[in-house]
């Protein structure tokens, strides 16, 4: 037996494509905030590359310093 659903009032309609909008903007948000979060990591991690360049050359100059390069 085929049972027909009953159409969808007006109101019902306009909530529910509300309902779907109030989705699409909260992923939207969501993907915003997860985007700059990445850009932090990736600043993060630049930083940490970069203040290790700098131990590993001051460590170089200690050496240097103490006559440990000869």
């Known amino acids: 037996m085929i049972e027909l659903q009953s159409p969808k009032s007006v109101q ?3 909530d529910e494509r ?3 909008q109030r989705e ?3 992923l939207g948000a969501l993907g915003q905030e997860l985007a700059q979060e990445k850009i ?8 940490i590359d970069s203040l290790g360049q ?3 050359q ?6 240097q310093l103490k006559g440990g390069g000869n």
């Open 58 to 63: 001051l460590t170089l100059e200690v050496i």
């Open 12 to 14: 019902e309609a306009q």
């Open 24 to 26: 699409k903007d909260s």
């Open 18 to 20: 509300q309902a779907i």
């Open 40 to 47: 932090k990591g990736m600043q993060k991690d630049m930083m």
């Open 54 to 56: 700098k131990v590993a």
